[in-house]
């Protein structure tokens, strides 16, 4: 790999670390932000269902955007939209103004600074044989970014409230396009797809099975990740944890997954992607099994930070590499942000099925024994998955 092209993953892994970690703290204001706006848990998880909603469904055309015209014009486009939506959410008074800005800007604005683009640009100068790795990396820097800005925010909600916790960090946020200039493209290592055509590359994937299995098996991870990013802090307070271990606890998903998604991603490298993705869902389910039925402390909750943490974000390398070693590099970022909108399907239903279980029951404990079920269900669709890359990429680079 050149100077330029480390150098591009130097600026992918500081948008992501700051784009992609502060979206997974936004579950330590509900608590606050219900209380104040006297809206309850269910809807304030329906907010966060329809920031994720968004942001999925804008993620195939953000990426085709860039595939087309370069990463940098809409990552600056979606900063800028995400920092109007924190901005605004600060001065909301009822759960319209924060479904309009939490929900809907921040969702748009998401698809810009955050991983389906910065991959995408990066996959285009980083060899095949590296790439995973390198993927793993950036994945690795949205969970180092977790893990400095649960407690950060945590600590900022403590300290000034969250109406100007919002504010400050729609201003860290409102930075990002003066970062973004360092994407400016390396030469390119791959030339496979570039004789193809958009619509040849759409039916390509939608006639491929491993392509639609690991789509639907990818509404799995968001649905794991958005409930527990978005319930997390509140079950476990509910449960008599301290806000600050509660707090740790998810900031430590994000810290371990810095070595989760760095090993997996190497990992990649070296042995079957989807037979790896199976050993994460079933080791996913298994962890939110034993929430069941081992007490929930302080010392329990950290516990749990640490394993999930290995397990949090460490499919994205894999899945986005199984993507580039089958298709190439040419429409990555759109065929990966498709990938990408199954993702945020399934973080609408599990930051809103979550708050809506709880409402009902007055208990999580359902939501929990879904989320084993559903990954044991990914782990079946992974199975079967072909990876191999398509004749037409040896064809095209002979």
């Known amino acids: 790999m050149s100077r330029q092209a480390w150098f591009m993953v130097l600026i992918g892994v500081v948008i992501v670390m700051v784009g992609g970690g502060l979206r997974q703290a936004f579950g330590v204001f509900l608590r606050p932000v219900a209380i104040d706006l006297e809206i309850g848990r269910q809807l304030f998880g329906l907010v966060i269902a ?3 909603l968004i942001y999925g469904v804008s993620q195939p055309a953000a990426g085709l955007l860039a595939d087309r015209y370069g990463s940098i014009r809409v990552i600056v486009a979606g900063a800028l939209l995400y920092a109007l939506g924190l901005w605004l959410a600060a ?6 103004d924060l479904f309009v800005s939490l929900g809907v800007l921040v969702g748009l604005g998401l698809s810009g600074p955050t991983q389906v683009l910065v991959l995408g640009a990066v996959s285009k100068v980083v060899p095949e044989n590296r790439r995973s790795l390198v993927f793993g990396t950036i994945i690795a820097a949205s969970s180092l970014g977790m893990f400095f800005f649960v407690p950060g925010v945590q600590a900022l909600l403590d300290m000034i409230g969250w109406r100007e916790t919002f504010y400050f960090l729609a201003i860290g946020i409102a930075l990002i396009p003066l970062i973004s200039i360092g994407l400016r493209t390396a030469p390119t290592v791959e030339t496979a797809g570039a004789k193809q055509s958009l619509g040849d590359a759409i039916g390509e994937a939608r006639s491929h099975s ?27 307070v509910d449960n008599d944890v301290s806000s600050t271990a509660a707090a740790y606890s998810l900031g430590l998903i994000g810290l371990c997954n810095v ?54 974000l460490a499919t994205v390398p894999l899945t986005s590499g199984i993507v580039a070693q089958v298709f190439g590099t040419r429409y990555f970022s759109m065929l990966f942000g498709v990938v990408m909108m199954s993702h945020q399907f399934g973080s609408f239903a599990g930051a809103w099925l979550g708050g809506y279980i709880y409402d009902t029951t007055g208990t999580y404990d359902l939501m929990w024994a879904a989320s084993v079920g559903v990954g044991l269900l990914a782990t079946a669709l992974h199975w079967p998955i072909r990876e191999q890359p398509l004749a037409r990429l040896s064809q095209e680079t002979a």
């Open 50 to 52: 329809v920031q994720a």
């Open 91 to 96: 001065s909301a008074v009822s759960s319209f």
């Open 210 to 236: 491993g392509y639609v299995l690991l789509t639907a098996g990818f509404f799995v991870c968001g649905f794991h990740v958005t409930f527990i990013g978005t319930h997390l802090p509140a079950f476990l």
């Open 259 to 312: 070595a989760g998604a760095y090993i997996f991603g190497a990992l990649g490298d070296r042995f079957s992607k989807k037979n790896l993705l199976c050993w994460i869902y079933t080791g996913r389910a298994v962890l939110m099994g034993l929430v069941l039925i081992v007490p929930i402390n302080d010392v329990t909750a950290l516990i749990f930070g640490v394993f999930m943490g290995l397990l949090w």
